[in-house]
């Protein structure tokens, strides 16, 4: 992680990424496959776990749609940063560097997704080694980042944010839990629906093409789904440990500790959020931007029974127009 925050580092500041360096139409903007001028989030989908039969609300939509969705989402912020007559200021309409924003493209468009119903559902098989050993090989192959997307959109934060660090335990990148909230979950973002990139560093190639200007690397065809995850799998956890619960714990420890700043890392909150500044000063500090999490010697039992009390935020899902705007 810490070398790939100096190649974020290298592309905003030392060989910086420009705006506007991408057609109009260019597929990291569209999401359009030249090939066959259609869509390509649905075709790079490179597992899916059975859906349930039984929901808590309404039936989700169609995995063919929710990806779409999330990969829409994206591309706008990639078309955020190739706007530059005039260019964006970085704010509440551009949230991210310009770098970053491109990373996005990478991640959308050449990337693979993988679909779970909920955390429970993600958990069963990320607890199997051979299914994390299958997804290691997918990105060794294919040179792509990958996302994990989840149906539910309805979710606890803090179940969320032990989730997170269950994946982190498993996985050798990092990550963050992004999804559609009013505040965040630890260094999460907005997104439309719940969604972990396990940043690998393959996005640094695209974005280093991106610098050098050449655009004929950019775009990777669509992946062939049907060589990966193939096996059975069956995994062993079903409970998230104390080691886990101790790093979302932590995590939430640190965000807490840079005050109104939070988790964000390469922007400036006081910028995007002037409205929130006004709430943290009239409130004297005590507006958060994260979620609270609660600390790991208090039972799971415990943490679960203090939520349903209502001692313990839940999810409160914010407009479409606002999520946009937050891209």
Not at 146 to 172: C, K
Request: proline fraction near 6%; charged fraction near 25%.
């Amino acid at each position: 992680m810490t070398k790939q925050t100096f190649n974020v580092l290298d592309f905003m500041f030392w060989h910086k990424v420009k705006a506007g360096l991408l057609e109009d139409n260019h597929p990291w903007i569209t999401g359009i496959d030249p090939k066959t001028e259609s869509p390509i989030w649905d075709k790079n989908i490179i597992f899916a776990s059975p859906r349930k039969k039984v929901w808590p609300e309404a039936e989700p939509k169609d995995d063919q749609r929710i990806v779409r969705q999330v990969g829409m989402f994206l591309a706008a912020m990639v078309r955020r940063s190739n706007e530059s007559e005039p260019e964006l200021p970085q704010g509440r309409k551009r949230r991210m560097p310009h770098a970053v924003n491109y990373i996005h493209g990478s991640v959308h468009y050449n990337g693979g997704f993988l679909i779970f119903n909920d955390f429970k559902d993600a958990m069963y098989y990320f607890s199997d080694r051979n299914f994390v050993q299958e997804l290691h090989r997918f990105t060794k192959k294919e040179n792509r980042e990958h996302t994990v997307v989840f149906r539910e959109r309805n979710y606890d934060p803090e179940e969320y944010a032990w989730f997170l660090s269950f994946l982190r335990s498993h996985l050798r990148w990092y990550a963050n839990a992004n999804g559609p909230a009013k505040k965040r979950v630890l260094h999460g973002t907005p997104s439309p629906y719940p969604v972990i990139n396990p940043i690998n560093g393959n996005w640094i190639t695209d974005v280093s093409n991106i610098q050098k200007e050449k655009m004929d690397k950019l775009v990777k065809p669509e992946i062939s789904s049907s060589e990966y995850f193939n096996g059975d799998y069956c995994g062993n956890q079903s409970e998230y440990t104390f080691m886990e619960r101790f790093h979302a714990w932590g995590q939430h420890v640190v965000t807490t500790a840079k005050g109104f700043q939070g988790g964000l890392v390469f922007t400036n909150r006081k910028k995007m959020e002037p409205h929130n500044w006004e709430t943290f000063q009239k409130t004297n500090g005590q507006w958060r931007a994260s979620y609270a999490i609660s600390h790991p010697f208090k039972s799971i039992e415990k943490a679960r029974a203090d939520r349903s009390e209502g001692k313990s935020i839940y999810v409160n899902f914010i407009a479409k127009k606002e999520i946009k705007e937050l891209a």
